[in-house]
């Protein structure tokens, strides 16, 4: 299975914004879904946005509007878009390839004044 690489959290000021990206160390094309999901201090971990190669999305209520999920074949690379963050959206986010038990390693995103 590829190995996936999540990058781009760090601090940021409540309504600001962060770019992640998760690359891959092979092809993504014939992986589906690929999502995101975070997991706060405290609490299980929670599926974020998901995208297919025909380009649906789909993502949780919590963030539905503020956040846009995208990948790029050619790159093996997925990437979320995190817009107008609030302090609940602290978390490790990780990234998933499939359905099974390939995940990436997580990078931490704190909102935070």
């Known amino acids: 299975q590829v190995q996936l690489v999540e990058s781009g959290g760090g601090l940021v000021q409540p309504g600001g914004s962060l770019r992640l990206s998760c690359a891959a160390s092979g092809s993504i094309f014939r992986l589906n879904p690929m999502g995101w999901y975070r997991q706060a201090p405290g609490k299980e971990r929670e599926w974020v946005a998901r995208i297919i190669n025909d380009g649906s999305t789909t993502y949780a209520d919590s963030v539905k509007g503020r956040f846009t999920i995208s990948r790029n074949n050619a790159k093996n690379t997925m990437y979320l878009q995190m817009n107008s963050l609030k302090p609940e959206d602290t978390a490790v986010y990780y990234c998933?390839?499939?359905?099974?038990?390939?995940w990436g390693q997580g990078t931490q995103v704190t909102v935070s004044s």
């Open positions: 998933r390839a499939g359905l099974g038990d390939n």
